[in-house]
């Protein structure tokens, strides 16, 4: 199923997702005259997605399966409502290339890549491949689905630690690091088994661990033709378990010289796989030896698109729209930037224990004042439900020095108030992290939080 190469237009939109991302995307819609209709959960009745947009219908109950990931009530809601496109925000069927290809066949606009760069791109050793022919560097590791014979071999060669993959792994899941032989024996048929338990496909591929590596990737748009341009970068070191909790724009750990690479690299595999939308190639950032390596591209709006949009003045969900109807990309290269972003990924958590919470908001206070921006589906009142992703809201800061950015930062923490029974957030979690020495200093690595202790 190929995208045809002309102008569609979007009078209406299925929102088909939920949370902070789903009002995101309404508002939006909102600007640009595009009516919205908003899919929920029997869960999320009384969720702000639910009010903004212009129709709401409720898709089945609580149950991810039977709601947010149930293709056919979404394409029922688009039926019944004459709408002519569907926006998948992230998560959820957002890289499913068959949602995409479905969407499509039903005349539809799928805001985002053409269905079989999700498919490429969504198998991790597929997107190596074609990084490797493009020219961009990745991890020295295998290149195929790899059996314990080879991965032993290719050990060996490039020396442990090493981390095994699972090929359809994602969102941190699927990746088990292995310092020895005798460990790699032992553990590739348990990372075999559980990708196929988790993601119905054992294929398995391995890499150099590097030891503490930067996380860094590269906002892109591309037009319907041909037009790729990068705006800007993101760097999301500040993880727990391999899941981002605090991410900047731009990465304050690179010069002009590699910021120019990156963003050449980012280009040539956005080109390679002949993406259209906005999407982001994400590259491990080897401190010591200088060297970047390119490890996978997400096909959709990332979480993080804030940060971006807070130094580029680009509205990057604005963009997936104007791309889907055929318009194209006006954005000038080099995109400007101006000052520092950072994002603080508010969650419904233990603090201690990192085990999501539910419960009411009771008492709600955002954040505001000069360089904030909070992007959230809260309101006071609101039950915080347990089924989903535990994600709250989004602060969002800018400044015009880093210094300043930190400072302004904890000023936000300290007046944000998001309490209630039973309901636990992350929000001191974000304050230790703003003081650590290493954050201060720009000196923080994807292990920093597990060497101090998280
Ligand atoms: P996912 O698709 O699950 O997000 P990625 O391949 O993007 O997985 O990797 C997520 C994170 O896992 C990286 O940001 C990094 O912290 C860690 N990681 C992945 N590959 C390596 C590697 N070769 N060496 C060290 N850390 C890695």
């Not at 990931?69 to 809601?77: E, G, M, Q, R, W």
């Amino acid at each position: 199923m190929t995208k045809s190469f002309h102008k569609r237009e979007i009078k209406k939109v299925v929102i088909a997702n939920r949370g902070e991302i789903a009002v995101r995307a309404i508002r939006t819609c909102k600007e640009l005259g595009i009516k919205t209709v908003a899919v929920y959960s029997e869960a999320d009745k009384d969720s702000l997605h639910v009010w903004l947009a212009d129709e709401a219908i409720c898709i089945g109950p609580p149950s991810p399966q039977d709601s947010y990931l149930n293709i056919p009530n979404i394409l029922s809601v688009a039926e019944i409502t004459g709408a002519d496109a569907v926006y998948p925000g992230y998560g959820f069927l957002s890289e499913n290339p068959k949602f995409a290809e479905i969407v499509e066949a039903n005349g539809l606009v799928f805001i985002g890549p053409k269905p079989q760069t999700l498919r490429l791109i969504g198998n991790k050793i597929k997107a190596k491949q074609v990084a490797k022919q493009a020219g961009v560097p990745t991890v020295p590791g295998s290149w195929r689905r790899t059996t314990l014979a080879e991965a032993l071999d290719i050990a060996y060669e490039i020396g442990y630690p090493v981390i095994l993959k699972a090929a359809a792994g994602g969102g941190g899941r699927g990746m088990r690091v292995v310092y020895s032989e005798k460990e790699l024996r032992e553990k590739f048929p348990l990372a075999q088994s559980e990708a196929k338990v988790s993601f119905g496909d054992d294929t398995i591929y391995l890499e150099k661990f590097l030891l503490k590596p930067k996380h860094l990737e590269v906002q892109i748009l591309a037009d319907q033709y041909g037009k790729v341009v990068a705006v800007g970068d993101r760097e999301c070191s500040i993880q727990r378990r391999h899941q981002k909790v605090l991410e900047e724009a731009p990465s304050s750990s690179i010069g002009e010289e590699i910021r120019k690479n990156l963003y050449e690299a980012a280009v040539k595999f956005a080109q390679a796989v002949g993406y259209i939308g906005a999407g982001t190639v994400e590259f491990l950032y080897d401190i010591q030896s200088g060297n970047f390596y390119f490890i996978e591209m997400n096909g959709r709006i990332q979480v993080e698109h804030p940060v971006t949009e807070m130094v580029t003045n680009v509205d990057l969900v604005k963009w997936q729209f104007l791309i889907a109807m055929g318009e194209q990309l006006t954005l000038e290269e080099p995109i400007r930037t101006d000052g520092f972003a950072l994002e603080m990924r508010v969650n419904a958590e233990d603090p201690n224990t990192f085990v999501p919470s539910a419960g009411k908001v009771e008492r709600l206070l955002l954040p505001g004042g000069f360089g904030v921006r909070v992007d959230t589906h809260l309101y006071q009142g609101y039950k915080v439900p347990p089924y989903y992703d535990s994600l709250l809201a989004k602060i969002v800061v800018w400044a015009n020095s880093r210094e300043e950015l930190i400072k302004r930062a904890v000023r936000v923490l300290d007046e944000t108030i998001i309490e209630g029974e039973g309901l636990k957030t992350n929000l001191d979690f974000h304050r230790f992290i703003l003081q650590t020495k290493e954050f201060k200093e720009a000196k923080h690595h994807v292990k920093l939080l597990e060497e101090l202790g998280y």
